[in-house]
């Protein structure tokens, strides 16, 4: 079991717990919540064993086959082309390298809601410097500095403030407020803020179109591919924890997933242990709307009054079998209900017989 999860359980109403303490940091008070929230849940929905029986599934699959890297379905191809065997649970990164989280997973070639449609989540919110890195031309470089690795950048422009504020304004007008990404599920259909999800990310799209318009470039959607707003967001899941082993997960770990980087390009996954990632760093970065993430993390845990649900529950349980509707549960249920009805016709026909 991880180990986070197992101090829980044996602490859980002494004086010993993080959470009864009232010398503890408040980032811990935060991050202890959230273990606890995600123990009961994982017990209360018995998520553990839906993710073990869609990791048999997924074992049974031929690497080529859709689906057959979990739980999006796209698997890391190794740069001479071949798949490499993908996990689900996490890799280690050496403890020697310093300043790298030691426990966290990359996963490429997706999008962050090809990756959360199907395990219990919560948005965060969306990164306030989310277009610092879209292109702009060379030409309008502030004070003739070089351009960076990936070309000119809004952050190097002239007059960034300015095009920045006209971005959020325009933003407002294609998606609305862009920190509410409500996802949900009608008849087998992906949908976000209750539009069907390639409406959704067309939206987006044309807001980055829009911008390229502002700034003189034309249509390049080489890089800009996937830098829509959308894909610069960070989440709160709860995931199979990396102590899971021959596809029996133990139980699942809140984690923390956003682009590369925080706000990197569409297609770089992390997903990191809540534990190694909430630190005074990572929650002063401030979200569109203008609060910090551990403002963020503080709302989702604060109720108005007695009768009100804190958000991180309400989420959390809200999509807490999201993971039902992935293809290959699917497919296993519908087996599952052959198995037992040839079962019952066979155990009926015996009764007959005799």
């Known amino acids: ?15 010993i717990h993080p959470v009864n303490s009232l010398n503890q940091d408040g980032l811990q008070q935060i991050i202890h919540t959230l273990y606890e929230i995600t123990d009961k849940i994982d017990t209360k929905f018995e998520l553990s064993e839906r993710f073990s029986k869609l ?15 979990w739980p999006n379905g796209t698997c890391f191809r190794a740069e001479n082309g071949e798949k490499d065997p993908f ?23 997706t999008s962050l809601h090809h990756f959360v449609r199907y395990i219990p989540h919560l948005l965060l919110g969306v990164y306030a410097n989310f277009d610092s890195d879209w292109a702009i031309s060379e030409k309008d470089i502030q004070n003739g500095d070089v351009k960076g690795l990936f070309g ?3 952050s190097q422009h002239k007059h960034a403030n300015t095009i920045q504020q006209s ?16 996802i ?29 318009k502002e700034v003189g470039l034309q249509p390049d959607w080489g890089r800009n591919q996937g830098e829509v707003v959308c894909e610069h967001a960070v989440w ?7 102590q899971s082993e021959g596809g029996r997960v133990t139980n699942l770990i809140p984690v923390i997933v956003g682009n590369y980087g925080g706000a990197g390009a569409n297609g770089e996954l992390v997903v990191a242990e809540a534990e190694a990632v909430i630190s005074e760093s990572f929650v002063r970065q401030t979200l569109l709307g203008g609060k910090t993430i551990l403002e ?48 019952d016709w066979g155990n009926a026909l015996d009764e007959h017989n005799v």
């Open 87 to 109: 996990q689900f649970n996490y890799w280690r990164i050496s403890e020697d390298d310093i300043g790298v989280w030691n426990e966290d997973l990359m996963v490429e070639d």
């Open 236 to 242: 709160l899941c709860l995931y199979p924890s990396w």
């Open 184 to 212: 949900s599920w009608d008849n087998e259909r992906l949908m976000i803020n209750d539009l069907p999800e390639e409406e959704y990310i067309s939206i987006n799209q044309q807001h980055m179109m829009a911008y390229f």
């Open 167 to 182: 971005n959020r304004e325009r933003l407002a007008g294609f998606v609305g407020d862009p920190s509410v990404q409500r």
């Open 1 to 15: 079991m991880d180990p986070d999860i197992l101090a829980h359980r044996v602490a859980t109403g002494t004086s």
């Open 296 to 343: 963020r993390l503080e709302e989702i845990l604060w109720v108005s009054d007695s009768r009100a649900v804190p958000e991180v529950i309400s989420e959390l349980e809200r999509t807490a079998l999201f993971i039902e509707e992935h293809p290959l549960l699917k497919r296993y249920r519908k087996l599952d209900m052959g198995m037992k009805y040839i079962a």
């Open 55 to 69: 990791s048999a599934r997924k074992r049974m699959l031929s690497q080529e086959e859709p689906f057959a890297c």
């Open 152 to 154: 000119a950048t809004l």
